[in-house]
Every structure is written in structure tokens, then in C-alpha cells.
């Protein structure tokens, strides 16, 4: 049996789509047990099927808005997503998923999971869509402002093995976010970044990529560091909500629009459906020893089953031991 | 008269879309006067009203793919680009407009139109599509890797006078991309920059604004360092090209979409000119004492026009004395 613990009270419907979510893995995953931290009289009335589910009770959870990361995960150790993430280092559990606020997530996986000895940071790596259907990993995407040449080859190394194991590619590409493709453009540390990845054995380096070819690219996996990782990201989260909009206003303002509209409804139903983040689960926190899910905060059921659908997989694909064995051996450990 | 200055060989189209961009602007506009740059012999066939439009004959003409800006403008100042930039240093002209690799053109008036003296960066700021339908200016996208909050401060100054002036706003609320909207987000430099923005008294300084807000925001100047700036732009023109790429499989996947097609056809031509960027015009080159568009560099005849319009309507508003009267004094100019 796989041992997922959900943190039942993060996101921003609390435990009205956790609880939900939970019930629909344990329905499509046999193999599955789960532990829900979170407020008991709140998720029990959810419940309506508890097989392979257990609750452990806390009234407290963070606030999606809490500014103090730091501070909170340090003075609330019975906050769900604590005890949640708590019960990932003492092995009591295989893997953690929460949907609570992603700079909560990622120091608690970093100040209570703690990060593997093997590598140097931890950061936050979603899958991203693509035209081809076929998702790509992005890191960092938040956790590192700065990330130094070395930082990047390790988190390279995590994610090459993670598009192996999860997401089947045979020799993942990985690609160096910049400004333009040749060698030697970008900053001073992009310049360093392109050295040693393509000295690298330990990984496939494909070079430069620019983001106007983020959605197009054959590489498998774009690296950078986590400023600008989170500015790429949020753009096309911003842009794609965007144009949906536009296109939404543009069909409504004429009869003509609604009636094409009722002809085309599930053309554009898959159309929204290709850039829809809730397909395809949560982002990875890479670098610590337990796999921990950060499901989007307004993920629903479907996509918070997704997520432990995810964090389920890098379980049995036992893969933060091939991480291990795959990350360069360093002279300090 | 507004003489313009145009680079007829720069862009993917060479002189095709430049002349007749060119006489179409001539049409549109009475009170100017065009000066072609480039190859006699190409151009004079499509010349077909030559009223207001004279050609300078060079042979020359920068490589889209030349990889090597300095050492090129440096070498051929016998390039119609750099002829153009040269007839606007000695003022011949009042503006120039290319559709050249991007930067050669910033290279070019660096280096042959020279900084002007009270600032002390060049960038480049296009205008950006928004959901409301109102243009935004972000500034830089490419001309400096890095950037001090001084430099930034500058741009702000240039950027509020030509939102002002030439799109019109009020009172233009300059907003800095950051991975947060809180103070004291993002980097040292991002950290800095937001304190002088704050205090300055030459801008209206709005705080913090993530990418996903860039087509929402209320903010009419998106401001950040050169290289910050161009991953985001690329992000947004990537996004959406495949997100009109998905949404055109989508509808021809299906007879229904076909059928849908035919009724909303109007709908998705409109959606589609809400993001395009030829409707806009050009990018500026911030920083020089003439102005100096860059057209994409595949401007079609329509885009071309469009930013010999915003070229001229620089030079109507006497932009560059007033951006030179906004600017903050500086001790040691």
C-alpha cells in the first residue's frame, strides 16, 4: 500500500474539494491509503466513503493569504499542512499532496521535510501544457530567487529523471530558458549555467530556448532560476486566461457568435481543456527525500485527484532513490 | 513637414512591405515626408506614387539572422539601416523607422544616434496589447541584461511622458513585475528599485505587479530590467500564437467546428486582432534623441504604416523635450 498524506484544509475551497478529490483516488487507485489532516466536524460530513481513508484531527490551517511563510511554518506545528508534512519525514506516510499557498508549501517541505543531502536546493517544478499535448516540466518556477550554476545542473538532473520515470520520455531534453539561442547570451549566470550543462554526462542539454518556443519546443524540460521561472510562468497563466476571456466576449457579442458557438461547443471544450492545468495534477517540490504535491489552490476534485494521482506515481516509480543515484557526487555533501 | 527616415531593406520582407507601408503612410498622413534607404533598383518598381518619398540608393542591408550587432553596425555604415540612423543623428530627419533585426537597431542608435546626455541607458519598449483594448508600454525588453534602480527610474520618466503624450493617459500609474505584489518581493535590484520608484516625484508609481495580471492590470507602464522583459514578452507572443494555433485545430477537427466557423467568423477575426501586435505599431528605442521605431521584423505593409504613424506622432508631440524636461537631474549628467 501506497501511504499519501493530504493536508484536507489547503486551498481555497478547504476540505470541500480535498475531501472529494481523496474519495475519487481511492476509487481509482487501489493501491492508495490516505490520512486527512484537517478539521474533523468539517470533513466528516464530506466523507460519505472513509474505506482506505483515515482523519487525524486539527483545527488549525494557514490562511491562503499568510505573507510570513517563515514564521508560520515555525510556530504552527499543528497546522494541518505541518502535520501533514510532519508525517512525511517520520516516514509515517510516502508521499504529501496540499493545494495551501505555494511559499507555505515549499518552506514547510524545506524546514520540516527537509532537503535531501545530496542536493544543494529545493524548488518548485509544475508540468506544464504544451501544443502537442504532451506536458513538460518547468523548474524553478519560485522557490530561489538566485540559483548558482551548480544549484541548476541538480534540479536539471531531479527533473531529467522525473520526465523519465512519470512522464515515460525516453532521453529528456533539457533546455536553458534565454533570451536568445545561441551560446553565450543571457547573463552571467546563464552564460556559466550553459557551460556546465553541456559538460554535463548526467543529462541531455539541448541549449537555449526562448519562450516564445515554450509551448512549441522539442525540449522536455526548461531550467532556469526561480525569478524568472515564476515571471515566465504567471505570463502564460496570465496571457492564456486572457485571450480565454477575449475569445468568451468576442463569441457572446453577436448572434452570430452564439449560434457558431452551439455548432463548435465541444471544439472549444477541448480547446480549453489543452491549456488546463487541472489535467494534469500539481507541482513537484524538488530536493527533498519524500515527494511533496502542491496542487493548484483552486484546484477542484478532479484536478486535487490529479495531484495524488501524481504524488502516487513518484511513489511507486521509487524515484527520489533514482534522483539519488542519478544527481552528480559532490566533493561536500 | 515630419521628415521620416525608413530602413527599406530591414525585415523579414525586405522593401515589399516597407514602400508600400511607406506610400500608404504618405496617404494617411499629409505633413510628412519620406526618405527610403536602400536598394534603387528593388525599391522603384513597387514605388508606384512617388509624392513626398524620395529614395537614397545603398545596396547594403543588415542579415535578419546577423549575430554580431557591434562589429556589423561598426563595419557598414554604408547599411541602409545605418544610414537611416545616420541621416537622424545629423537631422536630416526627425525619426526613423526599421523592421531590422532587433538589435542591430538598438546597436545602431546606441551607437551611431548616440544617448541622450541626461539618460543614462537605452531600452526598448513596445507597446503591449491589454483585454481592455488600451496599449501598455513595457519597458526594457532587451537593450540591457541588467539594469540599477537608477537606470529603471529613467525609463519610468520616458515611458510615463510617452504614454502621456502619445496614448493619451492621464496620469500613467507605472507598475515594476515582480514574483509578488507585496513590498520587499523579488530580488536585491527589484528591492532597490522599488524604494527610489516610490519616492521619485517624477512618476506615478503603482507597486508591485505580477505577470498574470500584465493584460489586466490597471497599470499602464510595465516596468523591469532588460532581460526580465524579454522572457516575459516572448512568454506572452509565444502563448498566444499557440493558443490561436490549438484554438484553429481545434475548430477544423470537426465538421461542427467548420459549421461554427462560417457563423463566427467575424467574432475570431476581431478576437484575433485584440493580440496582434500590427495593429499597434512599432517598439521605441528609449534613450536617443530622435525618435527611432522598430517594426516587427515580420511587419506586413498594414504594421509597417502603423509604426511610421507612431514615429511621426513622436515627432508631432515634441516627445523627446519633454521626456528631456521630466527627467530627473542628475549630478553628474
Avoid: W
Avoid at 536539471?156 to 522525473?162: K, L, S
Amino acid at each position: 500500500m501506497i501511504k499519501i498524506a493530504v493536508d484536507a484544509m489547503g486551498g481555497d475551497f478547504l476540505c470541500d474539494t480535498t475531501v472529494k478529490g481523496s474519495m475519487q483516488a481511492i476509487q481509482e487507485f487501489k493501491d492508495i491509503e490516505i490520512t486527512l489532516y484537517g478539521d474533523e466536524e468539517k470533513i466528516k460530513p464530506l466523507l460519505t466513503n472513509s474505506e482506505r481513508i483515515k482523519v487525524v484531527h486539527t483545527p488549525k490551517y494557514v490562511d491562503m493569504g499568510e505573507h510570513d511563510p517563515v514564521s508560520y511554518i515555525r510556530h504552527n506545528p499543528d497546522a494541518s499542512l505541518c502535520m501533514a508534512l510532519k508525517a512525511g519525514r517520520e516516514k509515517e506516510v510516502d508521499a504529501v499532496v496540499s493545494a495551501g499557498p505555494t511559499q507555505c508549501v515549499i518552506v514547510g517541505a524545506h524546514l520540516i521535510v527537509r532537503k535531501l543531502k545530496q542536493m544543494r536546493r529545493v524548488a518548485l517544478c509544475p508540468i506544464i501544457p504544451s501544443v502537442d499535448g504532451r506536458g513538460r516540466l518547468m523548474l524553478d518556477v519560485g522557490a530561489n530567487i538566485e540559483l548558482r550554476p551548480e544549484h541548476i545542473l541538480d534540479l536539471a538532473v531531479f527533473a531529467t529523471t522525473v520526465s523519465h520515470e512519470i512522464l515515460g520520455v525516453d532521453k529528456p531534453k533539457v533546455g536553458l530558458l534565454n533570451i536568445g539561442t545561441e551560446k553565450g547570451k543571457g547573463r552571467q549566470v546563464d552564460q556559466e549555467t550553459y557551460d556546465l550543462l553541456e559538460q554535463s554526462s548526467e543529462i541531455s542539454f539541448y541549449g537555449n530556448v526562448e519562450t516564445k518556443e515554450i509551448l512549441t519546443s522539442e525540449c522536455d524540460i526548461f531550467i532556469t532560476d526561480g525569478f524568472t521561472g515564476n515571471m515566465v510562468m504567471k505570463t502564460m497563466e496570465g496571457t492564456a486566461k486572457a485571450m480565454g476571456k477575449m475569445l468568451e466576449e468576442e463569441i457572446k457579442s453577436s448572434f452570430g457568435g452564439i449560434l457558431g458557438y452551439l455548432f463548435m461547443k465541444k471544439n472549444l471544450k477541448r480547446f480549453k481543456k489543452r491549456m488546463d492545468a487541472s489535467e494534469i495534477g500539481g507541482a513537484m517540490i524538488v530536493g527533498i527525500p519524500v515527494p511533496v504535491i502542491k496542487a493548484h489552490g483552486s484546484s477542484d476534485a478532479y484536478a486535487f485527484k490529479n495531484a495524488i494521482r501524481q504524488a502516487r506515481s513518484m511513489v511507486e516509480k521509487d524515484l527520489i532513490n533514482k534522483v539519488v543515484s542519478a544527481l552528480p557526487k559532490k566533493e561536500n555533501a
